[in-house]
């Protein structure tokens, strides 16, 4: 097996990876990586790519919640390719369709199918805090950071980790007590936030938890 190190990146540290999705045979989406990029990918078992324009890491979802688990990572006879198949939640495109590769010459705008709105999927409002809130959480897990408390609550272990969970559920009950709708956002937000150190803690991603509740829609 070839060793990290021996893929051929391009003169600015760049291989380009081509993203498919491993259940239909779809190709998703191209962007690139680095050597960081890369080893990210492999150490959290989700895509991470090298934004060209910031010149920075990206995480692929952790704004719409798309996230993308990978389950191979294959590179071509040269080295300086790789392809990465991954089991795609939601759609691939900030556009709204499943791939991004939904543009065929001579098409029409209008006839490009969408499967999800680009604004409801993206914006703000929508649910994906939570998604950014574990992948804060899930990289302090991967690289600890000091004065970081939930780099703490790790270093702790899950004895501790429970011990919150437990304490802030007490504190919600109270406050529903209270009837203080304000005291009622601010300790079932700490409860959220325990609760999804305790999913970093066993590698359980939130997509999994929301595939649990669609489960329950009766």
């Known amino acids: 097996m070839m060793e990290i190190d021996g893929i051929r990146y391009d003169a600015n540290g760049l291989v380009p990876a081509i993203v498919q999705d491993e259940a239909t045979g779809t190709v998703l989406m191209l962007a690139y990586m680095n050597r960081e990029s890369l080893m990210k990918t492999i150490a959290t078992g989700y895509t991470w790519f090298y934004s060209r324009s910031r010149n920075s890491l990206w995480h692929k979802g952790e704004t719409s919640g798309h996230v993308q688990k990978v389950k191979d990572i294959f590179y071509d006879c040269d080295a300086d390719t790789l392809l990465v198949k991954v089991e795609q939640t939601g759609v691939a495109c900030h556009e709204?369709?499943?791939s991004c590769f939904s543009r065929?010459?001579?098409?029409?705008q209008s006839e490009i199918e969408r499967v999800a709105d680009p604004q409801a999927e993206y914006?703000?409002?929508s649910i994906t805090i939570l998604h950014e809130l574990y992948h804060i959480i899930n990289d302090r897990k991967l690289n600890p950071k000091e004065g970081s408390y939930t780099t703490y609550l790790f270093d702790k272990g899950q004895d501790k980790i429970l011990k919150k969970v437990g304490e802030e559920s007490a504190e919600t009950i109270?406050?529903?007590k209270n009837n203080s709708k304000t005291?009622?956002?601010?300790?079932?937000?700490?409860?959220?936030?325990?609760c999804l150190v305790l999913l970093a803690y066993h590698g359980i991603t939130p997509t999994e938890l929301f595939a649990e509740l669609k489960s329950r829609r009766k």
Not at 104 to 108: A, D, E, I
Not at 183 to 194: G, V
């Open 123 to 125: 914006g703000e409002a």
């Open 104 to 108: 065929k010459l001579g098409q029409k």
């Open 183 to 194: 005291e009622i956002l601010y300790e079932m937000a700490d409860l959220w936030y325990h």
């Open 174 to 176: 109270i406050a529903s």
């Open 96 to 98: 709204g369709t499943f």
